[in-house]
Structure formats: structure tokens, C-alpha cells
């Protein structure tokens, strides 16, 4: 395993939309390896593969129970995932990006989706997912097309010394 470099705006590749992942052979094993350590040295809560300059359909998400923190974080990897159903609730909330580094944002996120996707190996998988675990996925799933916390923001602020927002 090793660290990838996370690209930061205005590089292309966080423009564009990704690939469909057709190999599921070594190198995606690889990629998928170094962006858990990646995400988790960097430290953030999610990272979607063109972060890391790969313009491949991947994210890795690690959050923890919202409710105990004694829990620990899990790790989901998904590889061509998309949101196949979403509650017509929207809630707001702070976001901040390891692709556009020094600022945080309010944004409108579906306050729960489904996700299917494929795991590491190329097996279905399908996820419910709501509160901060549903608006990570929503926020990495953006990054596959091209879509970045800032578009989506009602607002956009740098935070104030001691301010914290889970990254992704």
C-alpha cells in the first residue's frame, strides 16, 4: 500500500465524469488499498478514486456510529456505485473536501439514500444509508461526476480556527 497525492482544484480530472471499473484484477486492488490509506492519513471520512488523479467509478468511505462512538468506523468500498432511491427529506449540512482544501460549505443533501454498487471483488452490493453516512456517499458519489461540495453549497466559508467538519 501505499499514499496517493490528493489533487486539489482546478485539476481536470475532479471535472470530469468517470469510467465504468470493467477489471476487477490487480491494479484495482491496488488503487482501492491505497486509497484507505490515503483517506485515512489524510484524515477524511470518504474518497472518491479521481481524487487521487484515477478517473475510475471507486469511493471508499470509513464513518462510525453517529449515535456511539465507542463503535468503530466502518469501512465500505464500492466500485461503480450509484443511488438507486432517496427520501424526499433534505437536510443541511457543513461539508468540507480534501479537493478544495481550506474551505467548508452548507449544503442540501437527501437525508437518506440507497446505494448499489459492486464490492472489491466485483460482487453486488447494496447499501441503506442515512444521516452523515447517506451525505458522505452522496458527496463521493458527486466526485465520479464531476461534481464538486461547492457546487451543490448554499454557501461557502473558510472555517474559523478550531472549526471542525468531517473531510472527505
Request: net charge negative.
Amino acid at each position: 500500500m501505499a499514499l496517493r497525492e490528493i489533487v486539489t482544484v482546478p485539476e481536470p480530472v475532479l471535472r470530469r465524469k468517470a469510467r465504468k471499473v470493467t477489471d476487477f484484477g490487480n491494479e484495482l486492488q491496488t488503487l482501492i488499498d491505497d486509497m484507505v490509506e490515503t483517506m485515512r492519513a489524510a484524515p477524511g471520512v470518504g474518497l472518491a478514486a479521481p481524487q487521487v488523479n484515477v478517473p475510475l467509478r471507486v469511493i471508499v468511505v470509513e464513518f462510525g456510529d453517529e449515535e456511539d462512538e465507542n463503535v468503530p468506523p466502518k469501512l465500505y468500498t464500492l466500485v461503480n456505485p450509484e443511488i438507486v432511491r432517496s427520501s424526499n427529506e433534505m437536510v443541511v449540512g457543513t461539508e468540507g473536501c480534501l479537493s478544495i482544501p481550506g474551505f467548508i460549505g452548507d449544503v442540501d443533501r437527501m437525508k437518506s439514500v440507497t446505494v448499489k454498487g459492486q464490492n472489491r471483488r466485483g460482487q453486488p452490493v447494496r447499501i441503506k444509508a442515512e444521516g452523515w453516512l447517506a451525505r458522505i456517499f452522496q458527496h463521493e458519489i458527486d466526485h465520479l461526476d464531476g461534481i464538486l461540495f461547492t457546487d451543490r453549497a448554499l454557501r461557502v466559508w473558510k472555517p474559523q480556527e478550531g472549526e471542525v467538519v468531517p473531510q472527505d
